[in-house]
């Protein structure tokens, strides 16, 4: 039991009582040295042995810890450049040095050479032994993993009530605003939008791995067949139906297929359902369109090859642990998809097409078996299925991650700069995670068809490709390798003071331009890009082949706080040349 | 920057230590009053200006209150007669002192609270009308509850006679906004370190001993408040937990709240001594109190002394009879519960600490269990005080209320919440919160621990702070509890 320390006369002071009792430390000359050489020795290390790696890997880049320097310039360029009163200007600057020293600190942790080698060390004893997760990935039984956000959907409180709404409503702070969280306002405006133009809206909340396999998570649920539903979706879905928007709802079907066939619907290690749970949904996804949407008749068919392809992998969550590409805790999973084909001779692999009556958004449970970056086969997706089971085109914008607002926003995007994306549309279904029902931000966007306007923003014609010069303005957020299910990002750079390659001003003298911030886990340069920085790139119009081949990366965009008028900015692709 | 970050421990650390030490005494409190500003304003730059304002004014109404500004500068600051009579000049400056802090504490913690509970009130009375529906987007600047608390009590110490004021400007700035201690305490009073502005030493030992106390303070927080904290989030954000996940969750967070505390108040005192200061104990065992009397003596001692200095004493303490003692005790902790953070659920634990204080009072300041063994006692304190916690913690009353009645049996899991099973009880929480437990009540406290600092001690101490940092490397979940304060 803890003693009290000793009690001195009781007249004397508690810093008194403090000097006399560090007065009294007892400890040799030498020892003491010692121990605070030790102490300075460790702290002293960690800085100075990240500038040598980080200079041994590239000489002509400047440690990341003198960035923090780079931010005073954005503060004063963001102070020139607000408009309003001398608090409205110190307020922008103050926003702009909070955003320079986050991404600062984040950076700094994330590149550390100390958390990289550490990591994996650290992390598989206490995943093996402790069952320790992350603080997105947790551990589960028998080798099933979760992924946080999916698994606070279930246990905490209801997503639409008082207590969660007004917790969304301080997230955000002086650089970010805070998110919308009570998707009814969005999914019923998005409605509305539809409606106007005689489309139907279906949304599908996709079930997360815990409403249908908590027993994989807890004891406690051995036996369960139902499935566990977050305590406001049955009001969600209430308010929905009864303002005529159509809610299909996989996890019934899920869970019953669980029951009957005892099969896993979802992966083990991966946030995502299994091939044949996507392809049930899908069946009964395109059956409840046909019986409550009439479509006209269409003559194109697709085929599914009968073998399936076998595709192994292991899943997102279980890189989040980062255990390392070589950990052996857990192990690949064979799943086997089957990819859709156009019927012909020639098995052209299925294409989304613009002047299908179904339009689907989705997130990365649309892209899983379809997008090649996500590892687990391509072509086999959920539009791909659907378009399958329905025997019709379909249209798809998918986006990972974010899927409440992502897709919208790209959706609105199109229609903005006057291409109009739902011309000839008669359904829209729109998939999400349900996750997104609790943590998503359910912003309420514009969907009016626009006309191209002229813009101050610079964009290369299309299919042309230029080097320009200028200066960073401010980079989109990057997210911290590990701490997010997937390996690639993309990300917006907004350029200021544009130079064509001989050094005369482009028209706009601006430009935003997504590139790569994320490959395979690690941070590229443009990631570490800084309000100020001079950079060179190889640029292009990101309508057209790069959103075709990249539009469905995981991507981080400016808002409208940041950039005016984002929705209606055209946007380029850029590929860096050098420094 | 909280102290047991990454960017304080490897870059601002060393670079403060490397700053301080090179320049010459004369400079010292300059440079440590520009890192204190630096530390400051990497939470919000703005707020360094609210912070030199009030520093400025208190230093001015100091100066003002000493009759400095009547007397010559060359002469020595003297402490004010403590029976002479005060001026009329000397009250408006105390005024002023204590007004601007107030206002600043005022308008920045409560305002949107004292806006809401007007409305809800006038709501309820059915006078909607008078609603004034004014909910503005206030920031809480980092830790204005504890350098204006500071910073106040050196004009009342003033002007009380119990301490002289400073000339030194740098001195009385480098006082208020001393990194170490800023954020989060200890709550230090001028009079009491004044004599180590002007003079302290700089030792091997006195830095030895600093190094060890910030080692086991980071310890503390990272291996065992971080851990017990993700325990308690997972119960607390839960939509209703079960009778033993909620006893769980409690206990957890009492542990976070503690170790995160007095983990952080350990590295602010090895800090200190780093420096050269000596700041006082803050904890002192808490959890080895046998009443609630005697865990107030021991919990966040520089704030309970200073609300007993300057508000329990003004409102006549003890000396005004026994109803008056109770009443004041309960004034004094529902204002020390709304010191903590501008919400009923707050008051609601300051409540239930005044009500318990003044029944243990009103006993001779003894608990009602006082004639049980004394393991009992320390249980049943124990438990009160976790069941206080869970208002302390709770989003607010309404949750609280829920997550006292799961603890009384009276809730029960709804639906998935039982599901957080399989987290809080995987085999690494377990282990931490024994852990927890095992150093709270079986091991000694850091000032003991240190007291003697044999070479076995000294590799300890070096291995908590590589196993806190090769912890910290992989931890992504790392709050501080008092940064909300």
């Known amino acids: 039991m803890t003693d009290k320390t000793d009690t001195p006369e009781p007249r004397l002071t508690r810093e008194q009582i403090a000097k006399i009792e560090i007065g009294r430390t007892d400890i040799s000359r030498r020892a003491a040295w010692l121990l605070a050489g030790c102490f300075l020795a460790v702290v002293c290390a960690v800085p100075l042995a990240q500038c040598a790696c980080e200079l041994l890997a590239d000489p002509s880049r400047p440690p990341q810890p003198l960035d923090i320097f780079r931010s005073l310039p954005a503060a004063a360029r963001a102070y020139r450049q607000a408009d309003g009163s001398v608090l409205d200007k110190a307020l922008a600057a103050n926003a702009a040095v909070l955003r320079a020293k986050d991404r600062f600190a984040d950076t700094l942790e994330g590149l550390s050479f100390q958390s990289r080698l550490l990591r994996p060390l650290v992390q598989a004893p206490m995943t093996r032994w402790g069952g320790q997760g992350t603080e997105k990935a947790y551990v589960g039984r028998d080798g099933w993993l979760f992924f946080r956000d999916a698994l606070d959907l279930v246990t905490g409180p209801g997503f639409l009530e008082r207590r969660h709404l007004a917790k969304r409503r301080a997230e955000g702070n002086e650089y970010t605003p805070a998110p919308q969280g009570d998707p009814r306002k969005a999914i019923l405006q998005f409605h509305d939008q539809l409606a106007r133009r005689g489309i139907r809206l279906i949304v599908v909340p996709v079930p997360v791995k815990a409403m249908i396999h908590p027993e994989k998570f807890s004891a406690r649920f051995d036996g369960f067949d139902g499935v566990l539903y977050n305590p406001s979706f049955e009001r969600l879905k209430r308010t929905l139906e009864d303002a005529g928007v159509l809610v299909f709802d996989p996890a019934p079907l899920l869970a019953e297929a669980r029951k009957s066939t005892g099969r896993e619907q979802f992966l083990r290690t991966d946030t995502h359902w299994t091939p044949e749970a996507m392809d049930l949904v899908a069946g009964h996804l395109a059956e409840f369109v046909s019986r409550r949407v009439a479509l006209t008749p269409y003559r194109v068919s697709y085929v599914r090859p009968a073998g399936p392809v076998k595709v192994a992998n292991v899943g997102d969550i279980a890189r989040m642990l980062g255990l390392g590409e070589d950990q052996r805790l857990f192990k690949a999973q064979t799943v086997e998809i089957r990819p859709v084909f156009a019927a012909g001779a020639a098995r052209l692999m299925w294409r989304p097409r613009k002047d299908a009556q179904v339009l689907l958004l989705g997130d990365s449970f649309t892209n899983v078996y379809s997008l090649d970056g996500m590892r687990w086969g391509e072509s086999a997706g959920l539009a791909e299925q659907l378009s399958f089971h329905m025997k019709r085109p379909i249209d798809r914008i998918a986006r990972n991650d974010a899927g409440a607002f992502a897709t919208r926003r790209a959706l609105g995007r199109k229609l903005a700069a006057g291409r109009d994306r739902l011309e000839g549309k008669k359904v829209v279904i729109w998939q999400f995670a349900a996750r997104e029902l609790a943590v998503g931000d359910w912003k309420l966007l514009d969907m009016t068809v626009g006309k191209p306007a002229p813009s101050n923003f610079f964009v290369p014609d299309a299919d042309s490709t230029m080097v320009v010069s200028g200066t960073v303005s401010a980079v989109s957020a990057v997210p911290r390798p590990g701490s997010v299910p997937y390996k690639d990002h993309i990300c917006q750079i907004h350029l200021i003071d544009l130079k064509d390659n001989s050094g005369r001003p482009m028209p706009g003298r601006q430009a935003v331009v997504f590139m790569w911030s994320m490959r395979d886990k690690k941070l590229t340069r443009p990631a570490r890009y800084r309000e100020g920085q001079s950079v060179t790139l190889r640029i292009r119009a990101w309508l057209g082949e790069p959103e075709r081949l990249h539009g469905r990366t995981n991507t981080s965009e400016f808002n409208e706080d940041e950039i005016e008028d984002i929705l209606n900015v055209p946007l380029c692709w850029g590929e860096e040349i050098s420094q | ?485």
């Open chain 2, 1 to 485: 920057m909280v102290f047991s970050s990454h960017l304080f421990l490897f870059y601002f650390l060393p670079a403060a230590l490397a700053l301080y030490y090179v320049m010459p005494r004369r400079g010292k409190h300059l440079v440590l009053t520009l890192l204190s500003y630096a530390f400051y304003g990497w939470a919000n730059p703005l707020f360094v200006t609210l912070m030199f304002t009030s520093t400025l004014v208190d230093y001015l109404c100091g100066l003002v209150i000493a009759r400095q500004f009547s007397t010559s500068w060359s002469q020595p600051v003297r402490v004010l007669d403590r029976d002479a009579p005060r001026s009329r000049t000397q009250r408006i400056a105390l005024i002023v002192s204590v007004c601007s802090n107030l206002a600043l504490l005022g308008f920045f913690k409560y305002f949107n609270f004292a806006a809401e509970s007007y409305d809800s009130l006038v709501a309820a009375v059915g006078l909607e009308g008078l609603r004034l529906d004014t909910i503005l987007q206030i920031t809480l600047p980092l830790g204005i509850s504890f350098y204006t608390f500071q910073s106040m009590s050196y004009t009342i110490d003033v002007y009380r006679g119990e301490a002289g004021a400073v000339r030194n400007f740098i001195d009385f700035a480098c006082y208020v906004s001393m990194f170490p201690q800023l954020v989060a305490g200890p709550i230090i009073r001028f009079r009491e370190i004044a004599d180590q502005f002007a003079s302290r030493d700089h030792t091997a030992e006195k830095f030895a001993r600093g190094a060890a106390f910030v080692c086991c303070g980071l310890a503390k927080k990272v291996l065992l408040a971080n851990t017990c904290g993700k325990v308690a989030d997972m119960a607390f954000k839960a939509g209703s937990v079960g009778f033993v996940d909620a006893w769980y969750g409690a206990a957890a967070y009492a542990f976070q709240i503690y170790f995160d505390f007095s983990g952080y108040s350990d590295m602010a005192i090895g800090l200190g001594l780093m420096l050269g200061f000596v700041f006082p104990k803050n904890f002192d065992s808490p959890y080895v109190a046998q009443s609630i009397t005697e865990f107030w003596r021991r919990w966040h001692i520089s704030l309970s002394t200073w609300l007993r200095d300057y508000l329990y004493f003004p409102l006549g303490g003890n000396r005004k009879g026994r109803a008056r003692t109770y009443v004041n005790l309960a004034v004094v902790m529902l204002l020390g519960g709304l010191w903590h953070g501008a919400a009923a659920n707050f008051l609601v634990w300051g409540a239930i600490h005044g009500a318990l204080l003044a029944v243990e009072r009103a006993r001779g300041k003894s608990s009602i269990y006082h004639r049980l063994p004394r393991p009992v006692k320390i249980l049943l304190t124990f438990i009160i005080v976790c069941f206080a916690w869970v208002f302390f913690r709770a989003d607010n009353l309404p949750h609280a209320v829920a997550y006292c009645r799961s603890m009384i049996g009276l809730g029960g899991p709804a639906g998935g919440a039982a599901l957080i099973a399989g987290l809080i009880y995987q085999p690494y929480y377990l282990i931490s919160m024994a852990g927890a437990a095992a150093v709270t009540w079986l091991c000694p406290q850091t000032w003991d621990f240190t007291r003697r600092i044999t070479a076995p001690k000294a590799a300890c101490v070096l291995a908590l702070l590589a196993a806190g940092a090769t912890v910290l490397a992989t931890q992504e979940f790392n709050p501080f509890i008092y940064f909300l304060f």
